[in-house]
Protein backbone atom coordinates (compact mmCIF):
# COMPACT_ATOMS: atom_id res chain seq x y z
CA UNK A 1 0.00 0.00 0.00
CA UNK A 2 1.40 3.57 -0.88
CA UNK A 3 1.97 6.11 1.21
CA UNK A 4 -0.47 8.33 2.54
CA UNK A 5 0.53 12.04 1.20
CA UNK A 6 -2.37 14.22 1.87
CA UNK A 7 -4.97 13.35 5.34
CA UNK A 8 -7.49 15.59 6.50
CA UNK A 9 -8.99 15.11 9.81
CA UNK A 10 -12.73 16.59 10.81
CA UNK A 11 -11.53 19.61 8.45
CA UNK A 12 -14.51 22.23 9.21
CA UNK A 13 -15.41 25.40 6.97
CA UNK A 14 -17.32 27.85 8.36
CA UNK A 15 -18.59 31.19 7.05
CA UNK A 16 -20.80 32.80 9.24
CA UNK A 17 -24.19 30.97 9.28
CA UNK A 18 -23.11 28.63 6.58
CA UNK A 19 -20.77 25.23 7.07
CA UNK A 20 -19.49 24.88 3.67
CA UNK A 21 -17.54 21.77 4.89
CA UNK A 22 -18.17 19.83 7.66
CA UNK A 23 -15.64 17.30 9.42
CA UNK A 24 -14.21 15.80 6.22
CA UNK A 25 -11.80 12.88 6.88
CA UNK A 26 -10.20 11.56 4.28
CA UNK A 27 -6.66 10.07 2.90
CA UNK A 28 -4.81 10.37 -0.74
CA UNK A 29 -2.03 8.07 -1.64
CA UNK A 30 0.77 8.92 -3.44
CA UNK A 31 0.12 8.33 -6.91
CA UNK A 32 -3.70 8.54 -6.67
CA UNK A 33 -5.93 10.38 -8.76
CA UNK A 34 -8.36 10.87 -5.77
CA UNK A 35 -11.79 12.55 -7.58
CA UNK A 36 -14.26 14.59 -5.41
CA UNK A 37 -17.57 14.53 -6.48
CA UNK A 38 -20.38 16.92 -5.52
CA UNK A 39 -23.51 19.40 -6.87
CA UNK A 40 -22.69 22.63 -7.36
CA UNK A 41 -22.27 24.31 -3.75
CA UNK A 42 -21.34 20.99 -2.32
CA UNK A 43 -18.05 22.59 -0.85
CA UNK A 44 -15.39 21.15 -3.16
CA UNK A 45 -13.53 24.35 -4.11
CA UNK A 46 -13.66 25.20 -0.24
CA UNK A 47 -12.11 22.09 0.71
CA UNK A 48 -9.59 22.42 -2.22
CA UNK A 49 -8.63 25.68 -1.44
CA UNK A 50 -8.00 24.41 2.37
CA UNK A 51 -5.62 21.38 1.10
CA UNK A 52 -4.14 23.90 -1.42
CA UNK A 53 -3.35 26.61 1.59
CA UNK A 54 -5.50 29.23 -0.05
CA UNK A 55 -7.97 29.17 2.73
CA UNK A 56 -7.64 28.25 6.60
CA UNK A 57 -9.77 25.98 7.82
CA UNK A 58 -12.33 26.60 10.92
CA UNK A 59 -11.07 23.67 12.59
CA UNK A 60 -9.66 20.17 11.69
CA UNK A 61 -5.95 19.24 10.86
CA UNK A 62 -4.46 18.48 6.98
CA UNK A 63 -1.60 16.85 7.36
CA UNK A 64 0.13 16.78 4.09
CA UNK A 65 3.56 14.35 3.65
CA UNK A 66 3.35 12.82 7.10
CA UNK A 67 3.54 16.69 8.74
CA UNK A 68 0.65 18.51 10.31
CA UNK A 69 0.28 21.86 8.51
CA UNK A 70 -0.71 25.13 9.64
CA UNK A 71 -1.15 28.74 7.19
CA UNK A 72 1.54 29.63 4.98
CA UNK A 73 2.99 26.10 5.63
CA UNK A 74 6.06 25.50 2.94
CA UNK A 75 4.52 21.74 2.51
CA UNK A 76 1.50 24.09 0.39
CA UNK A 77 4.60 25.06 -1.59
CA UNK A 78 4.71 21.32 -2.97
CA UNK A 79 0.79 21.30 -4.17
CA UNK A 80 0.10 23.25 -7.67
CA UNK A 81 -3.43 23.70 -7.76
CA UNK A 82 -5.91 25.36 -10.89
CA UNK A 83 -9.22 26.69 -8.93
CA UNK A 84 -12.20 27.68 -11.22
CA UNK A 85 -10.28 29.79 -13.92
CA UNK A 86 -6.28 30.38 -14.09
CA UNK A 87 -5.63 33.81 -13.82
CA UNK A 88 -3.78 34.54 -16.76
CA UNK A 89 -2.86 37.87 -18.14
CA UNK A 90 -4.91 37.95 -21.79
CA UNK A 91 -3.22 40.30 -23.53
CA UNK A 92 0.35 38.38 -23.22
CA UNK A 93 1.59 34.52 -25.07
CA UNK A 94 1.26 31.34 -23.47
CA UNK A 95 5.10 31.84 -22.83
CA UNK A 96 4.81 35.27 -21.66
CA UNK A 97 2.39 34.21 -18.48
CA UNK A 98 4.28 31.27 -17.34
CA UNK A 99 7.34 32.97 -17.31
CA UNK A 100 5.90 35.69 -15.46
CA UNK A 101 4.32 33.13 -12.64
CA UNK A 102 7.93 31.63 -12.95
CA UNK A 103 10.04 34.32 -12.45
CA UNK A 104 7.58 35.03 -9.06
CA UNK A 105 8.24 31.23 -7.92
CA UNK A 106 12.00 33.02 -8.32
CA UNK A 107 13.76 30.50 -10.84
CA UNK A 108 16.36 31.30 -12.91
CA UNK A 109 16.94 29.00 -15.66
CA UNK A 110 13.15 29.05 -16.80
CA UNK A 111 13.26 28.87 -20.54
CA UNK A 112 14.23 25.12 -20.79
CA UNK A 113 11.45 24.21 -17.80
CA UNK A 114 8.65 26.86 -19.86
CA UNK A 115 9.01 25.12 -23.06
CA UNK A 116 8.68 21.30 -21.04
CA UNK A 117 5.25 22.94 -19.55
CA UNK A 118 4.29 23.63 -22.69
CA UNK A 119 4.86 21.05 -24.66
CA UNK A 120 3.47 18.62 -22.00
CA UNK A 121 0.15 20.39 -22.05
CA UNK A 122 0.28 20.18 -25.47
CA UNK A 123 0.54 23.98 -26.40
CA UNK A 124 3.15 24.73 -29.41
CA UNK A 125 5.52 27.53 -27.57
CA UNK A 126 6.22 29.32 -30.59
CA UNK A 127 2.94 29.98 -30.98
CA UNK A 128 3.11 33.90 -30.01
CA UNK A 129 -0.98 34.70 -30.04
CA UNK A 130 -2.04 36.12 -27.26
CA UNK A 131 -4.09 34.14 -24.43
CA UNK A 132 -6.92 36.48 -25.20
CA UNK A 133 -7.90 34.21 -28.53
CA UNK A 134 -7.38 31.21 -26.90
CA UNK A 135 -9.97 28.58 -26.85
CA UNK A 136 -11.00 27.54 -23.55
CA UNK A 137 -9.63 24.23 -23.94
CA UNK A 138 -6.19 25.93 -24.55
CA UNK A 139 -6.75 28.16 -21.23
CA UNK A 140 -7.10 25.53 -19.20
CA UNK A 141 -4.58 23.56 -20.40
CA UNK A 142 -2.34 26.96 -19.82
CA UNK A 143 -3.81 27.39 -16.21
CA UNK A 144 -2.53 23.53 -15.69
CA UNK A 145 0.66 24.50 -16.64
CA UNK A 146 1.00 27.39 -14.97
CA UNK A 147 0.52 25.20 -11.65
CA UNK A 148 2.72 23.16 -12.75
CA UNK A 149 5.51 26.16 -12.52
CA UNK A 150 6.57 25.37 -8.89
CA UNK A 151 7.17 21.49 -10.27
CA UNK A 152 4.98 19.96 -7.29
CA UNK A 153 3.87 16.40 -5.82
CA UNK A 154 0.20 17.16 -6.06
CA UNK A 155 -1.91 19.05 -8.99
CA UNK A 156 -5.43 20.17 -7.17
CA UNK A 157 -7.54 20.68 -10.58
CA UNK A 158 -11.59 21.95 -9.59
CA UNK A 159 -13.60 21.48 -12.28
CA UNK A 160 -11.04 21.55 -15.05
CA UNK A 161 -13.27 20.43 -17.12
CA UNK A 162 -16.34 22.78 -16.89
CA UNK A 163 -17.15 24.61 -20.19
CA UNK A 164 -14.97 22.78 -22.48
CA UNK A 165 -16.26 21.19 -25.51
CA UNK A 166 -15.90 17.11 -26.19
CA UNK A 167 -12.18 17.52 -27.89
CA UNK A 168 -11.62 20.02 -24.88
CA UNK A 169 -12.20 17.67 -22.53
CA UNK A 170 -10.79 14.40 -23.65
CA UNK A 171 -7.69 16.61 -24.03
CA UNK A 172 -7.67 17.34 -20.54
CA UNK A 173 -8.18 13.34 -19.52
CA UNK A 174 -5.61 12.49 -21.57
CA UNK A 175 -3.42 14.84 -20.18
CA UNK A 176 -4.52 14.04 -16.74
CA UNK A 177 -3.62 10.21 -17.11
CA UNK A 178 0.08 11.19 -18.63
CA UNK A 179 0.81 13.07 -15.99
CA UNK A 180 -0.65 10.55 -13.21
CA UNK A 181 1.40 7.82 -15.18
CA UNK A 182 4.86 9.97 -14.90
CA UNK A 183 4.10 9.87 -11.24
CA UNK A 184 1.86 13.00 -10.54
CA UNK A 185 -0.78 12.88 -7.79
CA UNK A 186 -4.00 14.56 -8.60
CA UNK A 187 -7.10 15.59 -7.07
CA UNK A 188 -9.80 16.31 -9.31
CA UNK A 189 -13.47 17.76 -8.85
CA UNK A 190 -16.35 17.43 -10.58
CA UNK A 191 -20.62 17.66 -10.24
CA UNK A 192 -20.25 14.30 -13.45
CA UNK A 193 -19.21 11.07 -11.66
CA UNK A 194 -19.26 9.61 -15.32
CA UNK A 195 -16.33 11.61 -16.07
CA UNK A 196 -14.66 11.23 -13.16
CA UNK A 197 -14.96 7.58 -13.18
CA UNK A 198 -12.30 7.73 -16.88
CA UNK A 199 -9.27 8.72 -14.38
CA UNK A 200 -9.97 8.53 -10.72
CA UNK A 201 -8.73 6.05 -8.72
CA UNK A 202 -10.24 6.87 -5.46
CA UNK A 203 -13.85 8.71 -4.85
CA UNK A 204 -15.27 10.95 -2.28
CA UNK A 205 -18.77 11.72 -2.62
CA UNK A 206 -19.39 15.44 -0.60
CA UNK A 207 -22.80 16.57 -0.43
CA UNK A 208 -24.23 19.23 1.47
CA UNK A 209 -20.02 19.65 2.62
CA UNK A 210 -19.82 16.30 4.36
CA UNK A 211 -17.90 13.33 2.73
CA UNK A 212 -20.94 10.75 2.68
CA UNK A 213 -19.19 7.89 0.90
CA UNK A 214 -15.35 7.04 0.00
CA UNK A 215 -14.43 4.20 -2.40
CA UNK A 216 -11.84 2.91 -4.42
CA UNK A 217 -12.95 2.70 -8.48
CA UNK A 218 -13.46 -1.00 -8.47
CA UNK A 219 -15.86 -0.78 -5.26
CA UNK A 220 -17.41 1.80 -7.54
CA UNK A 221 -17.66 0.06 -10.34
CA UNK A 222 -18.88 -2.67 -8.23
CA UNK A 223 -21.36 -0.77 -6.98
CA UNK A 224 -22.76 -0.42 -10.44
CA UNK A 225 -22.45 -3.89 -12.02
CA UNK A 226 -25.24 -5.52 -13.10
CA UNK A 227 -26.13 -8.13 -10.19
CA UNK A 228 -28.85 -9.93 -8.89
CA UNK A 229 -29.77 -9.60 -5.07
CA UNK A 230 -30.89 -12.15 -3.28
CA UNK A 231 -32.62 -12.39 0.69
CA UNK A 232 -32.49 -15.27 2.23
CA UNK A 233 -32.99 -16.97 5.81
CA UNK A 234 -28.86 -17.94 5.58
CA UNK A 235 -26.52 -16.21 3.30
CA UNK A 236 -23.76 -19.18 4.41
CA UNK A 237 -26.10 -21.98 3.75
CA UNK A 238 -27.21 -20.70 0.30
CA UNK A 239 -23.36 -20.07 -0.94
CA UNK A 240 -22.51 -23.44 -1.61
CA UNK A 241 -25.63 -24.11 -3.70
CA UNK A 242 -24.67 -21.51 -5.56
CA UNK A 243 -20.99 -22.53 -5.89
CA UNK A 244 -21.90 -26.17 -6.14
CA UNK A 245 -24.98 -26.39 -7.88
CA UNK A 246 -24.82 -23.19 -10.21
CA UNK A 247 -21.43 -22.52 -10.85
CA UNK A 248 -21.42 -19.03 -9.61
CA UNK A 249 -17.99 -17.92 -8.63
CA UNK A 250 -18.72 -14.28 -8.97
CA UNK A 251 -20.75 -13.39 -6.16
CA UNK A 252 -20.24 -10.91 -2.80
CA UNK A 253 -21.99 -11.81 0.93
CA UNK A 254 -23.08 -8.53 2.07
CA UNK A 255 -24.85 -9.50 5.48
CA UNK A 256 -26.20 -12.59 7.07
CA UNK A 257 -29.02 -12.79 4.67
CA UNK A 258 -28.29 -10.67 1.41
CA UNK A 259 -25.94 -11.95 -1.02
CA UNK A 260 -24.88 -9.97 -4.49
CA UNK A 261 -24.89 -12.17 -7.62
CA UNK A 262 -22.20 -10.68 -10.12
CA UNK A 263 -23.27 -13.44 -12.75
CA UNK A 264 -25.93 -12.28 -14.38
CA UNK A 265 -26.99 -14.41 -17.05
CA UNK A 266 -28.48 -16.74 -14.98
CA UNK A 267 -32.34 -16.71 -14.72
CA UNK A 268 -33.66 -15.70 -11.77
CA UNK A 269 -36.67 -18.81 -11.83
CA UNK A 270 -33.58 -21.45 -11.83
CA UNK A 271 -31.43 -19.74 -8.94
CA UNK A 272 -34.75 -19.92 -6.54
CA UNK A 273 -35.82 -23.34 -7.70
CA UNK A 274 -31.64 -24.37 -6.73
CA UNK A 275 -32.04 -22.79 -3.73
CA UNK A 276 -35.09 -23.51 -2.31
CA UNK A 277 -34.50 -27.66 -3.55
CA UNK A 278 -31.42 -27.21 -1.54
CA UNK A 279 -33.54 -26.14 1.86
CA UNK A 280 -33.02 -22.60 1.72
CA UNK A 281 -35.55 -20.25 2.26
CA UNK A 282 -35.60 -17.30 -0.07
CA UNK A 283 -37.35 -13.97 0.79
CA UNK A 284 -36.62 -11.79 -2.06
CA UNK A 285 -34.59 -11.87 -5.68
CA UNK A 286 -34.03 -8.82 -7.69
CA UNK A 287 -31.76 -7.65 -10.69
CA UNK A 288 -30.35 -4.74 -10.30
CA UNK A 289 -29.31 -2.18 -13.33
CA UNK A 290 -27.56 0.91 -12.51
CA UNK A 291 -25.43 3.55 -13.97
CA UNK A 292 -23.08 5.35 -12.39
CA UNK A 293 -24.81 9.00 -11.84
CA UNK A 294 -28.15 6.80 -10.34
CA UNK A 295 -25.86 5.33 -8.03
CA UNK A 296 -24.82 9.22 -7.23
CA UNK A 297 -28.07 10.33 -7.04
CA UNK A 298 -28.95 7.21 -4.74
CA UNK A 299 -26.01 8.24 -2.43
CA UNK A 300 -26.85 11.63 -2.31
CA UNK A 301 -30.71 11.55 -1.85
CA UNK A 302 -30.93 7.77 -0.21
CA UNK A 303 -33.93 6.99 -2.03
CA UNK A 304 -34.36 4.32 -4.77
CA UNK A 305 -34.91 6.52 -7.83
CA UNK A 306 -35.35 4.36 -10.71
CA UNK A 307 -32.31 2.06 -10.16
CA UNK A 308 -34.00 -1.35 -10.50
CA UNK A 309 -35.29 -3.20 -13.84
N1 LIG B 1 -16.30 33.16 0.70
C1 LIG B 1 -17.50 32.65 0.98
N2 LIG B 1 -18.36 33.28 1.80
C2 LIG B 1 -19.56 32.78 2.10
N3 LIG B 1 -20.03 31.58 1.62
C3 LIG B 1 -19.22 30.91 0.79
C4 LIG B 1 -17.91 31.40 0.43
N4 LIG B 1 -17.33 30.50 -0.41
C5 LIG B 1 -18.24 29.50 -0.57
N5 LIG B 1 -19.36 29.75 0.15
C6 LIG B 1 -20.54 28.88 0.25
O1 LIG B 1 -20.10 27.61 0.68
C7 LIG B 1 -20.80 26.57 -0.02
C8 LIG B 1 -19.79 25.69 -0.72
O2 LIG B 1 -19.20 26.43 -1.79
P1 LIG B 1 -18.10 25.83 -2.76
O3 LIG B 1 -17.76 26.89 -3.76
O4 LIG B 1 -17.02 25.25 -1.95
O5 LIG B 1 -18.91 24.66 -3.45
P2 LIG B 1 -18.57 23.84 -4.77
O6 LIG B 1 -18.93 22.43 -4.48
O7 LIG B 1 -17.20 24.14 -5.20
O8 LIG B 1 -19.62 24.42 -5.78
P3 LIG B 1 -19.38 25.16 -7.18
O9 LIG B 1 -19.06 24.07 -8.13
O10 LIG B 1 -20.72 25.79 -7.43
O11 LIG B 1 -18.28 26.13 -6.94
C9 LIG B 1 -21.76 27.28 -0.96
O12 LIG B 1 -23.03 27.35 -0.33
C10 LIG B 1 -21.18 28.65 -1.11
O13 LIG B 1 -22.19 29.60 -1.36
Known amino acids: MSEAIIEVSQLTKQFKSKTAVHKANFKICRGEIFGLIGQNGAGKSTLLKMI ?46 LDLIAISY ?23 SKVKNYSMGMKQRLGIAAALIGSPDVLILD ?14 RRMILELNKAGMTIIISSHILEELSKVATQYAILHQGEVIEHHSREQLLLQCEDR ?16 QHLNINHYKVISEHVVYIYDS ?23 HKQSLEQYYFLARTGSEGDSHD
Do not use: C
Open 106 to 128: GLTSREEHINKLLKLVGLDASNK
Open 159 to 172: EPINGLDPQGISEI
Open 265 to 287: HIENQHIIKSLVENGVTVHSITK
Open 228 to 243: IEIEVEKASSAVPILE
Open 52 to 97: GGLMYPTSGEIKLFNRTVKDSHPYFERIGILIEHAGLFPHYNAYEN
